[in-house]
């Protein structure tokens, strides 16, 4: 056995993690270790809502000033909270601030999840999905990864209606849909059945909002389908959120499940957002939706036009077979088109002008249709290539791009 020398530093030891409320990206959130707080900021109706809301029961209290609040499951008996009804009573604060000091300490999950709602004023979007239990209740693995990677496909499909309509999106508004899921905190998945995303009223309502619209419109047009037979209801859908992007993300939460259900509950602190229901009802999807649900995606995924653009973008890219003829050209897009990079094939003029341009840092612009195979990701027919003069600034940067990439050019004037 061997000892440590008395006189040697210990070691240093990572601490115990805290627990704390995640981001999308599992990221720590805003919240850190979700201490109280403060009770000078919080509504006692706000609290009650949630409570009420997150499955506390009312055990009685004084009639319009206090009401006594135990966690649900068992053992609910072990912890109790006062909350007083309104700030008209002089103890009030302290009533508030014991209460937000016995919630943080709770071990109780839904005490988390009323913290959240109290710093982060947010609107709650909650999936459940009937799959079959493991053993002492725990879900495989690939559950509960499902249950998670349906939950963020369905999230982005409502980032990407509240910036605009269409049957399919692809890679247009990609990146700034994805960008605005940042700050949507993540609760729990207990057993693979049930996960809740918490999204801040501030900066993603209008997502709340389009979602609950949308997946709404979809069950409507499932069921128009499977009573007529007639598929007409997608088309008028679109124009409430639904897309080739939601059809996917409602198939990959159904899938393997004997159903699945997705509710939307507002932020008390914000109120309702105007044309959605107070107590809207869960949307519910079943096995028996599958079909349907694919044929509308693969529907708007065929029927979603070219779209004829003025791009303006940078040259990342240049590659051709031989030192002459036509080339294919990747460009950063900078004007005209919601995607981050197109693709296009350039006759020989064109790619010429193409490898001038990026060699003295000046962007392109170019014509022609952005195709929706692929994504949206090319442009076809493309012509009227010509350099656009840039500011300085804008200048120098495109020339450390080209710096950076010197390895893609070694034929974009070869011809020459």
Known sequence: ????????????????????????????GPL??????????????????????????????????????????????????????????????????????????????SARDVLV???????????????????????TWTAEEQLRSAARQMLLAGALAARGRAGYYGARHRGPAAASLENVLVGPAPGGRRLTAFVPVLTGRLLAVRLHQALYAVREAVDYQRATGGMDAFD?????????????????????????????????????????????????????????????????LRDEPAMPVRITGAVVRMRRSGPRGEGTVRVRVLAGADVAHVRMTLDEE?????????????????????????????????CGVVPVQVDDAEKDRLMKSLQEHLDFFGEACSGD
């Open 236 to 300: 008028g859908a679109v124009e409430a959120g639904v897309s080739h992007e939601l059809t996917e993300a409602v198939v990959a939460l159904v899938r393997g499940t004997e159903g699945a259900r997705i509710a939307v509950e507002w932020a008390p602190a914000a109120g309702v957002p105007e044309g959605c229901a107070v107590d809207a009802e869960p949307v519910e999807f079943s096995p028996g939706d599958l079909q349907v649900l694919r044929e509308a995606g693969a529907r708007y």
């Open 117 to 139: 709602g109290l710093t982060v004023p947010s609107d709650e979007i909650r999936w459940c999905r009937d799959v079959p239990a493991g053993p002492a209740g725990t879900a």
């Open 1 to 28: 056995m061997m000892h440590r020398p008395i006189d040697e530093p210990l070691r240093s030891v990572r601490p115990h993690p805290v627990e704390a409320a995640g981001s999308w990206h599992d990221q720590p």
């Open 32 to 109: 850190g270790s979700l201490g109280p707080p403060d009770p000078a900021q919080v509504d006692p109706a706000v609290l009650g809502a949630l409570l009420h809301r997150h499955g506390w029961h009312r055990r009685g209290g004084a009639a319009g000033r206090y009401a006594r609040w135990t966690p649900p499951g068992p053992g609910a008996g072990a912890t109790s909270l006062l909350v007083p009804e309104s700030r008209a009573f002089p103890d009030c604060e302290d009533l508030l601030g014991e209460a937000l000091i016995a919630l943080s300490r709770s071990a109780s999950p």
């Open 350 to 382: 064109s790619y010429r002008i193409a490898g001038h341009a990026h060699l003295v840092g000046l962007p392109i612009r170019v014509h022609g249709r952005l195709e929706s195979r692929g994504g949206f990701r090319r442009l076809t027919g493309a």
